[in-house]
């Protein structure tokens, strides 16, 4: 649905010119999420400021069904805009508008008329769950609504992709919980293809299907959330998986020690206890913990195995879809 | 001591004035308004980080305002006054005294409209960029609707600094409370004359900077109004 095709802009800086991004590619199927993450100073601001089309690139292209927004130019380049529904990083609300007249500002730009637009405006705001805030002023509402209709707003013109540049930053938890269900309601009744640019862990683990972590303003990572975090030494399992506490002391009277990923209900719920009964080895969870990824259910435990089939039925629970890393300080080489 | 003018006199001398004066500052702030709005749109527009930034247009045309508004009032009203004469075929009269005062006001609302649209923040402004508006569009419903009650407080300081100058196109022949207060009080030594206008000009100051302190509150949306 869209597409990022080798992305650079440098920017003049007092030491020579600042590469905010170098290549970047990104591919987002249609009617998912894609989270781009990465620490700060990563370029992340900038690639949403270029998806955006705030920012002209130095070179590469940016895709929506085919089409470079890229290198387009006045009526071409507005109409463009339609087609990418932003939510701006902080607050961006007209605040002489009410929260109904805010939503229709890109109604108005795309010259819907009077009725249709108001039926429009109205069906955003029930997607958001702010009808009855329709007549308020944004100082009337909280952070939490402002950003809501920040999104209802995005969404008005009926965008195939929607931008969100650190839509939760400024949230607390609780309204950040409320600003991402809106994102995912847009994703799921609207089928719009959504890109999340966040320093937010957290909103990756809710709403993303796919996570870009960017770096110096390269795409170092770029896949599936739930099969970067099978993937023991990819930075998404490091920073979405619950952590494992280092305790040797308790892991010497194993046979085996190993960090053992599992991803979805069947695999958390069933695996580890039927490797126990086929296996007759002992099971014992050192660390780790269970999570979620959206709906998902994910562990990561570490596990230690007594038994003379340990190795056995390590294999069979990475057979049967877990990941399996042995750790380097546990005792098995003694024991092999 | 000769005797004072009579209170019914000076009444009616100081209504005559008033309306003329009135009549000057209000045309000519309108004048002003009208055409010095245009400027400030324009400087803001071209401004680095602005919407259409034209570096150069963006100096050349903010050194003709500052220009505009270095110059003093009176000198201003001696040069223009071939201009005066070529629009309006006098240049004695309150109406001859609208045209320095609009033309000299023009910098000054450009600098006070651009300074008013400057303080709408850049994050709302690219909002309406992302949305497809035209830049027209975005001047319209957004910069000049989202600072609508400062620029109706530019307005009333726009009228005060005019009423001001009418004063002074009083000394040129342009009537109004300013010359009577030099003719009748100062150069006749008429006190009556003198604070009393003193009084209607305070008044008239004071209205207008109440009238329109109250329109900017009633039309603010905002919760705590910053202007």
């Known amino acids: ?336 | 001591m000769r005797s004072a003018t009579p209170w019914s006199i000076v009444f009616d001398d100081l209504l005559v004035a008033t309306g003329e004066t009135l009549y000057m500052v209000v045309v000519s702030t309108l004048i002003a308004v009208l055409l010095g709005a245009p400027v400030g749109i324009w400087l803001q527009l071209t401004a680095p980080g602005g919407l259409k930034p034209r570096p150069v247009l963006h100096k050349v045309l903010g050194f003709v305002v500052d220009l505009g508004r270095s110059m003093p009032f009176l000198v201003l009203l001696v040069v223009l006054t071939s201009l005066t004469r070529l629009l309006l075929g006098s240049t004695i009269g309150p109406t001859a005294a609208i045209v320095p005062l609009a033309v000299g006001a023009i910098p000054f609302v450009g600098r006070l409209v651009q300074n008013v649209l400057a303080e709408v923040h850049v994050s709302v402004v690219e909002a309406a960029v992302t949305t497809g508006s035209s830049t027209s569009r975005i001047v319209r419903s957004v910069l000049l609707r989202e600072s609508l009650p400062a620029l109706v407080n530019a307005v009333g300081v726009t009228a005060i600094a005019l009423l001001g100058y009418s004063a002074m196109a009083g000394v040129v022949g342009g009537g109004g409370l300013g010359d009577l207060a030099v003719r009748m009080g100062y150069q006749r030594f008429n006190d009556r004359y003198l604070w009393s206008t003193v009084v209607v000009l305070a008044i008239i100051a004071t209205a207008i900077q109440f009238t329109t302190n109250r329109v900017a509150r009633g039309i603010d949306r905002r919760r705590t109004a910053s202007v």
């Open chain 1, 1 to 336: 649905m869209i597409t990022v095709e080798n992305l650079t802009k440098t920017f003049p800086g007092s030491t020579g010119q600042v590469r905010a991004l170098d290549g970047v590619n990104l591919d987002v199927a249609a009617g998912t999420v894609l989270g781009v993450v990465g620490p700060s100073g990563a370029g992340k601001s900038t690639l949403a400021r270029c998806v955006a089309l705030l920012e002209r690139p130095d070179s590469g292209a940016i895709r929506v069904d085919g089409t470079d927004l890229v290198s387009l130019d006045g009526t071409a380049l507005r109409a463009a805009r339609r087609q990418i529904g932003v939510v701006p990083q902080g607050d961006s609300l007209l605040r002489q508008r009410t929260a109904a007249g805010n939503v229709a500002l890109p109604l108005e730009a795309a010259g819907v008329a009077g009725p249709q637009r108001r039926t429009r405006v109205a069906e955003l705001l029930d997607l958001v769950g702010l009808t009855d805030k329709a007549g308020s002023y944004p100082d009337q509402l909280s952070g939490g609504q402002r950003q809501r209709i920040a999104v209802a707003r995005a969404l008005a013109a009926s965008p195939s992709v929607l931008l969100a540049d650190e839509p939760t930053s400024a949230l607390d938890p609780d309204t950040t919980g409320s600003v991402l269900t809106v994102l995912d309601r847009a994703r799921a009744e609207l089928g719009v293809t959504v890109l999340v640019v966040t320093h937010d862990m957290g909103v990756v683990r809710r709403i993303c299907d796919d996570v870009a972590v960017l770096e110096d303003g390269r795409v170092v990572e770029h896949g599936k959330v739930l099969d970067l975090v099978s993937d023991a030494a990819s930075r998404t399992a490091a920073s979405l998986l619950p952590a494992v506490d280092q305790n040797p002391a308790a892991e010497v009277s194993f046979d085996r020690v190993a960090d053992v990923v599992l991803v979805g209900f069947a695999a958390v719920g069933a695996l580890l206890p039927e490797a126990t009964s086929r296996f007759g080895v002992e099971l014992n969870l050192l660390g780790g913990g269970l999570t979620r990824l959206g709906e998902t259910p994910v562990a990561r435990f570490r596990v230690g195995l007594k038994g003379e089939r340990a190795d056995s039925a390590l294999e069979w629970i990475s057979d049967a879809g877990g990941s399996v890393r042995r750790t380097l300080s546990g005792p098995q080489g003694v024991a092999a």
